[in-house]
């Protein structure tokens, strides 16, 4: 064996015997947080993505009153940071909801951590998804929307058939980017306490005085998730992309 790795060996064996996945390693609590990360990861960008949806429709199709609230809408969340937005629905939007339920009469009601998670972040991600599918919508050739209004198709039946798969490719980067930061915008939710990945690396380094190793150990989760995330959408959009121009095969 090398002198350096003889060295370092001491080293690369305290690390491993502090990721290890049993007690008392701290693996296991790292993997738990990551699953906590992609399960509100996913709630959020789903919540983002129907508001999306609604929100970009709203701003085509809607009436003055509706399209300049999406408009305030979308530039206040694009504008205001995360963090603040995320203490501000958190706190704030907790507190509002409950003096609405004591006005009419109801008890207030405690939110868990996981559902305020999803509904905040889903929030901010509702306010990109919906420039995201605007775009994408504007992008659909406006002769295969008359064609389909032509063939006496409502409104529902041309985005459902016509609409809808046609900006869906279009929109797929621009979503496949939304799901990225979703992943990582859930390590800001450690700051009112959420157990996700960033908060149980805090904790386990806190207590181990193992920074590096534990930072390590959560940078390299967070890189392998954006891995197998672009993949994954990469199949996606090579999926719905088929039989359309300069599509690769």
């Not at 790292?30 to 429709?57: D, E, K, Q, Y």
């Not at 459902?160 to 992943?183: D, E």
Request: charged share 15%.
């Amino acid at each position: 064996m090398p002198e350096w790795l003889t060295q370092l060996w001491p080293g690369l064996e305290a690390s491993a015997a502090l990721l290890a996945l049993e007690p008392p390693g701290w693996g296991g609590n790292l993997l738990r947080g990551a699953a906590s990360s992609l399960i509100i990861a996913f709630g959020a960008f789903s919540l983002g993505c129907v508001i999306g949806v609604g929100g970009a429709l709203g701003k085509l199709g809607g009436g003055p009153v509706a399209r300049d609230l999406l408009a305030v809408y979308t530039t206040v969340v694009r504008a205001v940071p995360e963090l603040i937005l995320i203490l501000l629905l958190y706190y704030a939007g907790t507190d509002l909801l409950n003096q609405a339920l004591r006005a009419f009469g109801y008890r207030p009601i405690e939110i868990s951590g996981l559902a305020a998670g999803i509904g905040v972040l889903g929030i901010v991600q509702g306010a990109y998804a919906t420039e995201v599918l605007r775009g994408a919508i504007q992008s659909v050739p406006r002769g295969q929307i008359e064609a389909a209004r032509a063939y006496g198709m409502s409104r529902v039946q041309t985005f459902r058939r016509v609409t809808f798969p046609a900006m869906l490719p279009l929109a797929l980067p621009g979503l496949s980017n939304l799901w990225l930061i979703a992943t990582k915008d859930t390590a800001l939710l450690a700051i009112v306490g959420f157990s996700e990945l960033t908060l149980e690396t805090r904790q386990a380094a806190s207590s181990t005085r193992a920074y590096f190793t534990f930072f390590l150990a959560s940078g390299a989760i967070y890189l392998l998730m954006t891995l197998i995330s672009g993949k994954v959408f990469s199949w996606i959009e090579a999926h719905f992309r088929r039989g359309q121009a300069g599509a690769r095969a």
